[in-house]
T-cell receptor, first 114, second 110 residues
Framework: ETGVTQTPRHLVMGMTNKKSLKCEQHLGHNAMYWYKQSAKKPLELMFV???????ENNSVPSRFSPECPNSSHLFLHLHTLQPEDSALYLC?????????????FGDGTRLSIL | DQQVKQNSPSLSVQEGRISILNCDYTNSMFDYFLWYKKYPAEGPTFLISISSIKDKNEDGRFTVFLNKSAKHLSLHIVPSQPGDSAVYFC?????????FGTGTSLTVIP
């Protein structure tokens, strides 16, 4: 139990579907992150929220839309995805936003685009 | 271009021996370095970190070494145990950016 819960664990969707990934942290942290992990590639930082405000957006296509309604919840809304978007999506949190803050990861959502 | 490289995708070590995992980075401006461990079907978990003002940090069986001139980071596990079998990722930080390596899969043979 890492204190960061992601749902669903697995998701299969067509390219025209709309779905959302959910992340919830029970650690009282102020920063939350979305990462993408593709096969044989390093973890790619997608979005960062600190105190519910987005602080980083690493040139992610607009078909990925994050939402952070409060400091405990983070969503990733998916729309018109491409086959290359199939990957493991990881959510993480840390006490504060900053590189010296160890991040606590959820177990990820395995996304497959048909 | 990758900012962080873990050139060994896998490593096998006998139980009780030392495991050495390596990580090379490109930018001398990186100022914080972390190691994470990942078991199958789980997210990464933080293991140990070091700031650029140090060259060594130790936590139990785990020691991280930083060689700034060589832009090289290593993780030593002594003694290695079967439960250490996992994928190990190094991560580096500067400014507002994190960069992760591709990971090294460690197998500790009983």
């Amino acid at each position: 139990e890492t204190g960061v819960t992601q749902t669903p664990r697995h998701l299969v969707m067509g390219m025209t579907n709309k779905k959302s990934l959910k992340c919830e942290q029970h650690l009282g942290h102020n920063a939350m992150y979305w990462y993408k992990q593709s096969a044989k590639k390093p973890l790619e930082l997608m979005f960062v929220y600190s105190l519910e405000e987005r602080v980083e957006n690493n040139s992610v296509p607009s078909r990925f839309s994050p939402e952070c309604p409060n400091s405990s919840h983070l969503f990733l809304h998916l729309h018109t995805l491409q086959p290359e978007d199939s990957a493991l999506y990881l959510c993480a949190s840390s006490q504060e936003w900053g590189g010296n803050q160890p991040q606590h990861f959820g177990d990820g959502t395995r996304l497959s685009i048909l | 271009d990758q900012q962080v490289k873990q050139n060994s995708p896998s490593l096998s070590v006998q139980e009780g021996r030392i495991s050495i995992l390596n990580c090379d980075y490109t930018n001398s401006m990186f100022d914080y370095f972390l190691w994470y461990k990942k078991y199958p079907a789980e997210g990464p978990t933080f293991l140990i970190s070091i700031s650029s003002i140090k060259d060594k940090n130790e936590d139990g069986r785990f020691t991280v070494f930083l060689n700034k001139s060589a832009k090289h980071l290593s993780l030593h596990i002594v003694p290695s145990q079967p439960g250490d079998s996992a994928v190990y990722f190094c991560a580096v930080y500067t400014g507002n950016q994190f960069y992760f390596g591709t990971g090294t899969s460690l197998t500790v043979i009983p």
